[in-house]
């Protein structure tokens, strides 16, 4: 089975700086991995994945999340944030063979002006 | 990217009556859909896993007598909160996949259920 955590619940964070949620997973198989973001009462959005090749992956809204296989990590990072990107942010595995998503507890990035 | 809709967003029903969620995949074809319970500050927990014409497959601890899933046609299922009481209340989001390389799942808005 897999899991997954993100270690930090709440992230505060000034408009304008930088910002890095964690997420760290646990399988004993090889895995696929996203990060999702999900805005007040709606559902979710992939934000950006990582499936194979190279282990830096980036997003069209300036986010980016780096696959370290020996640490089991899928931190994601913004240089600079908005204030929409105020939302809560999920991190997820999937098995490469399988087609059910685990998600982790979520991390809700509030940003301040 | 696909679009997948439900329908309420939102309902209110009384403790003991029978409410049905719909979730629409608009511009594929669903093969799998699949059905989230997420509480308030939660995560997202997957409840039961439906293929096309077959019956449904649930996590455990998901009771399927009272969640009820139906996966009729490759854009639509349903799911089926009967007798529901208060701790049933909920944000219930569906997703649907179309298969592929890794099997992504497209997401619906959600719909938000309070029994009273």
């Known amino acids: 089975a897999q899991s997954v955590t993100q270690l930090d619940s709440q992230v505060p964070v000034f408009e304008e700086a930088p910002v890095e949620l964690r997420c760290n997973y646990s399988s004993s198989v090889s895995v696929y991995l996203f990060w999702y973001v999900q805005y007040p009462n709606q559902g979710l959005q992939l934000l950006l994945k990582?499936?194979?090749?190279?282990?830096l992956v980036e997003s069209i809204n300036g986010f980016e999340a780096e696959f370290n296989k020996s640490q089991t990590s899928f931190h994601l990072r913004k240089p600079s944030v908005h204030i929409s990107d105020t939302a809560e942010y999920f991190c997820?595995?999937?098995?490469?063979?399988?087609?059910?998503?685990?998600f982790g507890g979520g991390t809700r990035v509030l940003v301040k002006p | 990217g696909a679009v997948v809709s439900q329908h309420p967003s939102w309902v209110i029903c009384k403790s003991g009556t029978s409410v049905k969620i719909e979730c629409r995949s608009l511009?594929?074809?669903?093969?799998?859909m699949f059905w989230y319970r997420q509480f308030p500050k939660q995560s997202l927990m997957l409840m039961a896993t439906s293929n096309e014409g077959s019956k449904a497959t649930y996590e455990q601890g998901v009771e399927k007598d009272k969640f009820l899933i139906n996966h009729a046609s490759l854009t639509l299922s349903t799911l089926t909160v009967t007798s529901a009481h208060p701790e049933d209340s909920s944000f219930y989001i569906c997703s649907g996949s179309a298969g592929g390389s890794y099997n992504e799942q497209f997401f619906g808005p959600g719909t938000r259920l309070t029994v009273l």
């Open positions: 511009d594929f074809q669903a093969t799998t």
């Open positions: 990582y499936l194979s090749g190279s282990t």
């Open positions: 997820a595995v999937s098995v490469r063979s399988g087609n059910k998503l685990t």
